[in-house]
């Protein structure tokens, strides 16, 4: 009887000892996901409030084509740091539950189409720039007159972004607190990539066709919500950008330099001082634009890339 009491006792002592160490390692792993989200959120609230910090454009002045590049350039950051964080908590795509992974795709789908219209956006504005250019070589032929005709301002080109940019975020946020586990890490991380990204895209669109509706589409769609889920962070920024119409300084600096040409054409004074001034700016746009241009092929072309790879895989495990 003593016997089979000691051993009872001991069985209780290795289950009591098991529990231990599995809530310990439960602990643990909480420690550890929590870790590395407050990680990605920091990576995130820091790029922009360096963004902001760096900038006048987000304070008082009109916002300039530089700082609009560094708005896009947060894109790849971001996405980066959402790739770290998967790799950190060990959750490769290939293990995410189909609700994970829908809203993945639709995330990388909604970036390609915001990459369509921002190329759109800056076609425009080169063809703008094309026009501007050919008036000057006719100013430069001595055909004044017919250079007129084609040295209009840049004209931006409102547009909106034709499509509700809305992600799961927006429902789910407030609800009462799940425990914490990868599939809700990646959960939470893909609200905050997405509405930061998207309010990225609505502060560019706005700046590229001087219209404050792509930001404002932006907003309703989550940028707002995602705030509060950063600390510290302020975008208010955004609603100077908004205030200022959106026209960036190089355009409102080129149409000041037409209007000048023009008028002094308009008055038979010597206009090489003028030509001279509005070449200058419309070759820096130039490199601008297509700068940009650059930077939005090759994130649309790595975007596709990776999202053609994950369902590639997915489709090979149907096999």
């Not at 909480?30 to 407050?38: G, P, T």
């Not at 004074?269 to 509005?278: D, N, S, V, Y």
Request: aromatic letters at 6%; one cysteine or more.
């Amino acid at each position: 009887m003593v016997l089979l009491l000691q051993k009872i006792d001991k069985l209780y002592s290795k289950l009591e000892n098991y529990h231990h160490h599995h809530h310990q390692d439960h602990n643990h792993q909480s420690q550890a996901l929590s870790s590395s989200l407050e990680a990605f959120q920091t990576l995130v609230s820091n790029s922009f409030n360096k963004l902001f910090s760096s900038s006048k454009s987000a304070g008082s002045e009109v916002p300039s084509f530089p700082w609009i590049q560094q708005c896009f350039e947060l894109i790849p950051i971001i996405n980066n740091g959402f790739a770290k964080l998967v790799v950190a908590i060990d959750y490769p795509m290939t293990k995410w539950e189909a609700d994970s992974v829908e809203e993945y795709l639709k995330y990388t789908l909604n970036l390609l189409e915001l990459c369509n219209s921002i190329t759109c956006s800056l076609s425009h504005l080169g063809k703008e720039r094309l026009s501007l250019s050919h008036g000057l070589n006719l100013v430069e032929s001595s055909s004044p007159s017919l250079a007129v005709e084609h040295l209009r301002q840049i004209q931006v080109q409102p547009k909106s972004l034709s499509k509700d940019f809305r992600f799961q975020g927006n429902e789910e946020h407030g609800k009462e607190r799940f425990p914490i586990t990868k599939k809700s890490v990646i959960h939470q991380a893909l609200v905050v990539m997405e509405g930061m990204v998207f309010w990225v895209c609505g502060i560019l669109m706005t700046g590229l066709v001087g219209d404050s509706k792509p930001y404002l589409e932006m907003i309703k769609s989550g940028g707002r919500l995602v705030s509060s889920l950063l600390s510290g962070l302020d975008l208010s920024g955004g609603e100077v950008i908004v205030e200022k119409k959106g026209l960036l300084k190089e355009v409102k600096e080129i149409n000041d330099s037409v209007a000048a040409l023009v008028s002094a054409i308009g008055i038979g004074k010597k206009t090489k001082a003028e030509a001279e001034e509005l070449q200058r700016r419309l070759e820096v746009f130039e490199k601008m634009v297509e700068g940009l241009g650059k930077e939005v092929d090759c994130l649309f072309n790595k975007v596709l890339a990776g999202r053609n790879q994950l369902l590639h895989g997915f489709q090979h495990q149907k096999h």
